[in-house]
């Protein structure tokens, strides 16, 4: 998890950080309502997953989330993934609405913490200690900056979260540790890529993660 948080711990940085962050969350939301059920068996930026394997991982990522913001996020059923969709159209249609409402679980949980300082478990990271608040949401806001260009990406349409958003992201991504961990199947985030000249903040956070910012669907 990074560690460069700063300008995110007074009250009004917080408060500001949490409404980038529901923004950011709604506005993966919109862009998953444009999924149609032909559309789950597309490849994505993410290697080998499909837009269904990204979903059911953006839906149980939201669930953990919340759950360590009420502080129960050592309890593994909260980060369980469900498969997404399938071929009828009405598990299909389960799947967005169930994204729907984790997205709203976890913006409605997050805007509920006390402070930046409040205590976040997260196993993925570490099962040894915990996460400030500040942190944690500022991980996720990152998060589904990415998940929300992999989505738009895979759709062919287009991703602009804004530039108070990116300005936000761009320093929490540069933070992540690199290194070998980068590497393992559970990595969040693949090896660092070098970013194109001029890369834009967008781009520039891509390629800081692994993710090839010129990637599209085959």
């Not at 980060?79 to 299909?92: H, I, K, L």
């Not at 890369?199 to 993660?209: F, S």
């Amino acid at each position: 998890m990074p560690t460069n948080m700063k300008g995110l711990t007074s009250p009004a940085d917080f408060d500001r950080l949490r409404r980038l962050h529901a923004r950011v969350i709604r506005d993966s939301v919109a862009l998953v309502h444009r999924i149609g059920p032909a559309d789950l068996a597309r490849p994505t930026p993410c290697g080998g997953w499909t837009l269904a394997d990204l979903l059911a991982h953006m839906t149980a990522q939201h669930h953990g989330f919340a759950a360590a913001a009420r502080g129960y996020g050592l309890n593994p059923a909260h980060w369980e993934v469900r498969p997404a969709g399938g071929d009828a159209p009405a598990r299909y249609g389960e799947a967005v609405e169930r994204y729907g409402e984790a997205a709203e679980r976890v913006v409605a949980a997050f805007a509920a913490v006390d402070g930046p300082d409040t205590a976040f478990a997260l196993p993925e990271f570490s099962r040894d200690r915990t996460f400030r608040a500040a942190r944690a949401i500022g991980f996720h806001l990152l998060d589904y900056v990415v998940h929300g260009w992999d989505v738009a990406r895979s759709l062919g349409l287009p991703y602009d979260p804004g530039p108070d958003v990116l300005a936000v992201a761009l320093p929490i991504a540069e933070a992540v540790p690199v290194g070998e961990a980068r590497t393992a199947p559970s990595s969040p985030f693949g090896p660092e890529l070098p970013p194109a000249t001029g890369a834009d903040p967008l781009d520039r956070i891509l390629t800081t993660l692994g993710r090839p910012a010129a990637w599209r669907p085959c």
